[in-house]
Nanobody
Framework: VQLQASGGGSVRVGDSVTLACAAS????????LGWFRQAPGKEREFVAA???????CYRDSVKGRFTISRDNEKKTVFLQMNSLEAEDTAVYYC??????????????????WGQGTQVTVSS
């Protein structure tokens, strides 16, 4: 397994959750890492990405609430999700590509793709 996501669960509106994605990728620091999500009956959508030097990008609906970060020594990318809303309910997936965070956000396919972790936000 090259990308292993964890940290999902069932929470209430307004709660916080942190997702983690551990990678077994050589030269991890050269890769951009990202998070995507897919809600039932909806298309997959980009959430956040971070490049090797720490530059980030986010979808508009999560700006100010979600924070993506990475630990290159531990080969792990995190997604801190605060002020969760019911609309954040989805299966969250992590991805990795060489190149920029913005390019990862726009690509339909990725070099590495992890299994999903469910996040359910209820009122």
């Amino acid at each position: 397994v090259q990308l292993q996501a964890s940290g999902g669960g069932s929470v209430r509106v307004g709660d916080s959750v942190t997702l983690a994605c551990a990678a077994s990728i050589r030269i991890f620091s050269r890769y951009s890492l990202g998070w995507f999500r897919q809600a039932p009956g909806k298309e997959r959508e980009f959430v956040a990405a971070i490049n090797g030097s720490g530059g980030t990008c986010y979808r508009d609906s999560v700006k100010g609430r979600f924070t993506i970060s990475r630990d290159n020594e531990k080969k792990t990318v995190f997604l801190q999700m605060n002020s969760l809303e019911a609309e954040d309910t989805a299966v969250y997936y992590c991805a990795a590509d060489l190149g920029t965070a913005l390019a990862l956000a726009r690509r339909p396919r990725h070099e590495y793709w992890g299994q999903g972790t469910q996040v359910t936000v209820s009122s």
